[in-house]
């Protein structure tokens, strides 16, 4: 681009120009989701050419995997060990992330509360979760097995750690950022003392707080299949390890897309909630 | 009954320091002040003068360093419904609607849920609110968060309302509005109002006495009466007599300091 001299304003790109007849809505919504699938569809039809019809790749064509994600869902293709499984590999994993998930929103929501609001608290925690939070999840692998054995135990501890930090430093965030005013404000009519929490600190930390839970649940969902790499049998991770030592790579693909799938489903569940909690929250609206 | 001699807020030799950067500040040294029951009386002076730090002492936000702030001749304690404040930067809960914000006070203080509709609504009438009862503060404009912010201590039974340039933030027209529903309320309510500003013509307006602040530290200077007649009128001579001499008033106290 070159550096012009003209007075015309660079926002007034023919597209936003606000005189637009407005186009009918079901064009807009086609044009909304053309742009939206087309990035997607994109690397499908790559994959689908890089891989479609050669011998030796590795990698299976995206036809091969949808074939695959069928059987494993409903059956009658394969019949192997891997048909008709994945509802109960989906509902491990599910139960795992929401349940070391709740556990973690359980302990680090009170606990960033109270690190947010009393001192002494403050004092006492916030430097040893401030040094082991940089540790990751995987590092604590090993010891989780030690403490915890193989199995789902191991599997739903590394979920609840994943999940932790997130929410305990955005809660803690949260209490902290509460504008003083509020608490002026509050004093003034007649609101002080402990009422103070209820009334104030907890919905002015509202908006961070979910930011948290997002966060969180998004970690759940990406240490889940480290999780279930600790020798569990059921699980997206689980299927996901069987399948690569049995070179059946189009089923870990599958445990791919199905991971990312739920993991999105989830994530826009709690942001519906969080819409509907912070509708007062310009920034969430 | 009170007793009528009593006045409703009574500053009585009051100091205030505050520590800044291990710099002791004077924001205010020897206070006298009395104000009494009904009275509209503003405080004005240059920034730096200690007339929010006093207004903040009567809130009971802070506690002078000296002297005694008393209400009714009770040593104030802390911040209590009976002294609600007006913030400039209006202090809106904005996770509460329009209604909620002005019910905050008795619901808080626990009153019965059906007396708190009562109320809320009698106040969002008094400061035509009722159009936007179920709007947050986000949704609204400054003009109106302040409406709100004055619904909410009225609501809540203040005796005294204290204001921190409740209008500096606000454009000229709403700016005016709002100083004419002010008095219109007060008149008719019988509240005793503490009114910080640095505007001069915003204190004659409305006060009817003036307190003329300095700074370096902050003090009381002088205090000037204001016979005018309401509804008063902003462009007649004896008002802009009045700007001239208190202008006078501010500005030679800053020459002195100067000099």
């Known amino acids: 681009m070159s550096t012009s001299t003209d007075t015309t304003p660079l926002v007034t790109a023919p597209d936003s120009n ?19 699938l087309a990035f997607p569809l994109a690397v499908l039809v790559f994959w ?61 929501l009170p606990l960033g509360l109270m690190i947010g609001r ?32 193989l199995g789902p135990r191991s599997a739903f501890f590394l979920v609840f750690l994943g999940a932790f930090y997130p929410v305990l430093i955005n809660t803690i965030f949260g209490v ?13 009519l007649g609101c002080g003392g402990s009422a103070q929490f209820f009334r104030v600190v907890l919905p002015a930390s509202l908006p961070a707080i979910f930011t948290g839970l997002r966060l969180g649940l998004g970690f759940a969902w990406v240490v889940i299949v480290v999780g279930e790499m600790t020798g569990v049998q059921t699980g997206l991770g689980a299927i996901i390890m069987e399948a690569r030592q049995l070179s059946r790579t189009e089923i870990v693909i599958c445990g791919m897309v199905v991971i990312g799938i739920a993991g999105f489903i989830s994530d826009r569940v709690v942001m519906l909630l969080g819409r509907r909690l912070l509708r007062w929250s310009p920034g969430h609206a | 009954m009170r007793d009528t001699m009593t006045p409703i807020v009574e500053l009585k030799g009051v100091s205030k320091q505050f520590e800044l950067q291990g710099e002791r500040i004077e924001a205010v040294r020897d206070a006298n002040l009395r104000v009494r029951k009904g009275e509209f009386v503003c ?17 009971g936000f802070e506690q002078p360093t000296r002297g005694e702030a008393l209400m009714w001749g009770m040593p104030i304690g802390g911040p209590a419904p009976d002294r609600g404040m007006v913030f400039q930067d209006y202090g809106l809960f904005p996770w509460l609607t329009v209604r909620r914000n002005i019910g905050f006070g008795p619901a808080a203080r626990g009153r019965p849920a059906a007396e708190v509709r009562d109320t809320v609504e009698r106040f969002m009438s008094l400061v035509g609110l009722q159009r936007f009862a179920e709007a947050y503060p ?27 340039e409740p209008f500096g933030a606000l454009d000229a027209m709403t700016r005016e ?51 005018l007649p309401r509804p008063r009128d902003v462009s007649a001579p004896n008002f802009n007599d009045i700007r001239r001499e208190l202008a006078h008033k501010l500005h030679s106290d800053l020459a002195r300091k100067a000099a």
Not at chain 1, 18 to 30: H, I, M, N, T, Y
Not at chain 2, 182 to 201: D, K, N, P, Q, Y
Not at chain 2, 202 to 219: K, T
């Open chain 1, 18 to 36: 606000p005189e637009r007849p407005p186009a009918s809505p079901f064009l807009d919504g086609v044009r909304q989701y053309t742009i939206t």
């Open chain 1, 48 to 108: 689908h050419f890089a891989t479609y019809g050669r011998k030796y790749s590795l990698i299976p064509p995206p036809s091969e995997v949808a074939w695959a994600l069928y059987d494993l869902a409903v059956g009658g293709i394969n019949d192997d060990a891997f048909s008709q499984t994945l509802h109960l590999h989906l509902v491990a994993s599910i139960s795992r992330v929401y349940g070391g998930f709740g556990l973690a929103v359980a302990v680090a």
């Open chain 2, 43 to 59: 405080l004005i002076g240059a920034s730096g003068c200690g007339k929010s730090t006093l207004l903040r002492i009567v809130a």
């Open chain 2, 177 to 227: 509005r709002l100083q004419d529903e002010l008095l219109e309320i007060w008149e008719r309510t019988g509240l005793s109002v503490m009114f910080v500003t640095h505007a001069i013509e915003e204190a004659i307006f409305l006060a009817d006495r003036v307190v003329i602040m300095s700074p370096g530290p902050g003090r009381i200077d002088s205090e000037m009466p204001i016979d």
């Open chain 2, 138 to 164: 986000h949704q609204l404009s400054g003009g109106m968060k302040q409406r709100v912010a004055i619904a909410r201590v009225l609501a809540n039974d203040a005796e005294l309302v204290l204001m921190d």
């Open chain 1, 118 to 149: 009393i001192p002494f608290m403050r004092q006492l925690l916030d430097p040893t979760f401030q040094v082991l939070r940089p540790i990751p999840v995987t590092a604590w692998l090993p010891l989780a097995m030690i403490l915890f054995g």
């Open chain 1, 176 to 188: 902290r950022s509460v504008d003083p005013r509020l608490f002026e404000a509050a004093s003034m």
